[in-house]
């Protein structure tokens, strides 16, 4: 890219921006060395080792070197005096030296973020001005304490460091509005109050400086392992302190939850359902910082087959997708079962399988790197760089295997032994105290209380209202204002206590005291045998519903093949299931839980809010009192509270004529992106994917593993490979020349989704290709980096690209790209897409939205 010549030669210097990103660089070309009317440059995405001469800019007031291969912090930096905003994120820095900050007065925004940097000079405090500081993705272990200088401080970003503890003076700081600490594994604040955001971390300091302080050992642990493997009979073993024998008819439906305490440290176990079924629910639930037992039957278990992955990799590889810094503890369980040398055996091949899992993921990680960085561009793919450098800093922690006999006491008390010794090893749980303010504990011992007083129903779903009232009352403390019980309501829900959904605006007014009841309304639908509870509904409960006998097998009958139950099914199932539950409170509460004819039951709010079904909603007929539609005003859409008529469960579908009808064959032409994911697509992922693109785009069809949109007549198919190279593909039809924006527009919606959802398993890695369209030929094109919205277009500058077999295709067919040709105003076509969720304009618009979420 050429520099800008200046305007004028004799007159005043004009300010000027210099943008030289992506352009292989190594070294600083001489003209920008000698522009000193330069004063932004862009230098990000290149391959400087040091910019030398960087001092000639006198007048630089912003600088940006992200994305290079920096090592050394560049010194002649201090001579930038007039330097307002410096970026140096996404380098290899690894010590900056003294000397430098105290020079550069001015500094407003500095960004540090994915480096080495295990410690920060102090002359830091001397950039008074500073207002933007990201140090996250470093290797802190203690936030330097000239952070405590900047009093203008307003953003502070330090995730993903080592930090245990956060000082309280830093929030002392009222200039502060943003901070972030996410990954940390703090103990002072915990990490539960920390994602409640400054105002609960504040009211936290603020707690304790009134009260004394509480120590608390908890540990969340949670049972995971195939159906029938032993699980329940062991936790309830280690719960009951004798063995437990559990009949295949008990066997866990969906989640059950109970508490047991060994010495000071309490335990709240979570023993998961092993079924298929129930692990559409699991990823909810399954949350950071645990001690996972993983319960492997060794009885059944052979070295010889493929059972490893379905009795152990399958679990593995979740835990790493989804909690990838977990501890697992392996639990061999039947060993009575099984010959001394078989055990033996056993339990050496489950270790070194897993070792050897573990190993092989690192070296594709590893691998992956090596090519990235390989790349004739390796800048270009600094951000994915990042990610598997991230990734590969990952420990999950696998525990030696434990043989144990659940009919064997000894082996029970052993295990309990070995369990506690895991837990106080600080290696291994290096923040299991957590120092609390005493409030928080107060409030939780109060609703125990009124739990054992019976003040809370037996199915403990109260209002926060009711919560606060009762605690306020009951409680040994002074009255407790609405925010900071809210404070600790999402601390306790966090930890597994209590369930709170306040981000859904249905459930935002209600508490689940009890998860167990939670737990129990999930199972009243997402269940292995839902089929044969249809089929056993009575008749009075059906009459109730104004149905009839052959209602009942027409629903299992359409849920079987389609997938799909009707409204009225789930109403007469859960009345039944409540019915036979021996609490008059329960029975009490059904239309709260069903809802009414008008009215969404808090039932279809938790299945909707996680994403278990689809809600089919029939056309709605014109409302006359709806507000009138102003262009570029504030247009109010309400969340709807109205239940459908019925319900689609995209995992549960078998076919895929419906999909194939609308779509016909894949072309060679057809636009084409897969994202393919490692170690695998985790369950349920697929799913919702569906659910977010049908709910966003209403005309659809869903099959199994596939799911077919419609936008302004463009059809778009998104399907899922579980086969070898796990991924996801999206296709649509090659479009006209004047169509390719829209198309692109319309695959990078749902390439959106996915990357939403990739947040809630941050241990999987994923990459964008696309496959060379040429008949016969195997090769793809790797997409570099995502950046913003406006940059996505100019991803790749070239008109054509070639594959490694050198077959030459138009841009426009792999990656986001409009043909060259300049196209008229007149004759470019922009579409308003009107959904059931917003409206979505793709192509140039005047159309003003104020706030709107394009990610849900």
Not at 45 to 52: A, T
Not at 108 to 129: Q, R
Not at 423 to 451: C, G, M, R, W
Not at 698 to 721: D, F, M, Q
Request: net charge neutral.
């Amino acid at each position: 890219m050429a520099v800008n010549k200046m305007a004028q030669r004799n007159g005043p210097l004009q300010e000027k921006m210099v943008n030289r990103s992506k352009e292989k660089l190594k070294v600083l070309p001489q003209e920008i060395l000698e522009d000193v009317t330069v004063v932004q440059l862009i230098l990000e995405r290149n391959r400087l080792k040091n910019i030398s001469g960087i001092k000639n800019l006198i007048n630089l007031k912003s600088l940006n070197l992200s994305r290079n291969d920096l090592v050394d912090f560049p010194v002649e930096i201090a001579q930038l005096v007039q330097l307002e905003t410096l970026y140096l994120n996404q380098n290899k820095i690894q010590t900056i030296p003294t000397g430098i900050f105290n020079q550069l007065q001015q500094l407003k925004f500095l960004k540090l973020s994915t480096n080495h940097l295990s410690m920060i000079p102090s002359d830091l405090g001397c950039c008074k001005s500073l207002q933007y500081l990201n140090l996250s993705h470093n290797s802190l272990k203690d936030l330097p304490e000239v952070v405590l200088e900047l009093q203008n401080l307003k953003e502070l970003f330090v995730e993903y460091n080592r930090l245990r503890e956060l000082p309280a003076k830093l929030f002392e700081n009222q200039n502060l509005e943003k901070f972030s600490a996410a990954s940390n594994r703090l103990r002072e604040p915990p990490d539960e109050v920390c994602a409640g955001g400054l105002k609960q971390i504040r009211s936290y300091f603020s707690q304790l400086r009134s009260s004394e302080a509480d120590y608390v050992k908890r540990v969340k642990t949670m049972f995971l392992g195939s159906s029938m493997a032993g699980k329940s009979t062991l936790c309830k073993s280690l719960k009951q302190k004798q063995t437990v024998a559990v009949d295949m008819k008990d066997r866990t439906v969906g989640i059950e939850i109970s508490e047991m305490k060994i010495e000071d440290f309490r335990f709240l176990l979570w023993d998961f359902a092993g079924q298929e079924e129930y692990y559409l629910t699991h990823h909810v639930f399954i949350t950071p910082q645990a001690l996972v037992i993983l319960v492997i039957d060794l009885a059944s278990y052979k070295t010889e087959d493929t059972q490893f992955n379905s009795k152990v990799g399958f679990w593995i590889n979740n835990i790493l997708m989804r909690v990838p810094d977990s501890v697992v503890l392996p639990v061999g369980t039947h060993v009575d079962q099984c010959r001394v040398e078989d055990v033996r055996d056993k339990k050496e091949d489950i270790q070194r399988r897993i070792q050897e899992m573990l190993d092989n993921r690192k070296e594709y990680l590893e691998k992956r790197m090596d090519n990235l960085k390989e790349n004739t561009e390796p800048a270009l793919f600094s951000d994915q760089s990042s990610k598997l450098d991230e990734l590969t800093n990952y420990n999950l922690q696998v525990l030696d295997l434990i043989p144990i006999d659940c009919t064997n006491y000894e082996d029970i008390d052993s295990f309990q032994h070995h369990i506690l010794t895991a837990v106080q090893d600080k290696n291994i749980f290096p923040n299991v105290e957590k120092k609390l303010p005493h409030i928080y504990q107060a409030v939780e011992s109060t609703i125990t209380n009124l739990i054992k007083d019976k003040e809370i129903p037996d199915h403990g779903i109260v209002s926060v209202n009711e919560i606060l009232s009762g605690i306020n009352h009951k409680g040994s403390f002074d009255r407790l204002a609405q925010d900071d019980l809210k404070d600790i309501l999402r601390y306790l829900h966090r930890i597994g206590l209590i369930m709170w959904y306040e981000e859904s605006t249905m459930l935002v007014g209600t508490v689940f005291v009890k998860p167990s009841f939670l737990i129990t309304l999930f199972k009243m639908i997402v269940r292995h045998d839902l089929v044969e509870q249809l089929q056993s509904i009575p008749r009075t409960v059906l009459m109730g519903e104004h149905a009839f006998m052959k209602d009942k097998e027409r629903w299992a009958s359409h849920f079987q093949t389609k997938a799909i139950l009707y409204h009225k099914a789930m109403v007469a199932l859960t009345k039944n299931l409540l019915q036979q539950m021996d609490s008059p409170e329960v029975k009490d509460i059904a239309e709260e839980i069903i809802g009414g004819r008008n009215e969404k039951g808090k039932l279809f709010s938790l299945l909707e809010h996680f994403e278990i079904f689809l809600a089919l909603k029939p056309s709605n007929p014109l409302n006359p009192e709806a507000k009138e539609f102003k262009p570029g005003g504030k247009w109010e859409q309400k969340e709807a509270d109205v239940p459908s008529e019925a319900y689609l469960f995209p995992s549960s579908l078998n076919g895929i004529e419906e999909v194939s009808k609308w779509w016909g064959k894949d072309q060679k032409e057809d636009l084409c992106v897969r994202i393919y994911f490692l170690p695998e697509i985790p369950h349920g992922f697929f799913h919702r994917l569906i659910i977010k693109a049908c709910s966003f785009f209403t005309p659809h069809v869903v099959g199994s593993g596939r799911c077919h949109v419609v936008s302004n007549g463009k059809h778009l198919l998104i399907k899922e490979n579980k086969e070898d190279d796990q991924n996801i593909e999206i296709r649509c039809r090659r479009p006209a020349k004047d169509g390719f924006r829209f198309t692109w527009d319309f695959i990078l919606s749902i390439i959106s989704k996915i990357r939403k959802l990739l947040d809630q398993w941050p241990g999987l890695y994923h990459c964008l290709r696309s496959p060379c369209p040429f008949p016969g030929c195997k090769e793809d094109f790797a997409w570099p980096d995502m950046e913003g919205t406006a940059e996505i277009y100019e991803m790749v500058k070239d008109d054509i690209s070639t594959c490694c077999r050198g077959h030459n295709h138009p841009t426009e067919l792999l990656f986001p790209k409009a043909p060259s040709a300049p196209e008229s105003k007149e004759k470019f076509q922009n579409f308003t897409y009107i959904t059931n969720h917003g409206n979505t304009a793709f192509g140039p618009t005047s159309m003003t939205v104020h706030h709107q979420s394009l990610d849900s």
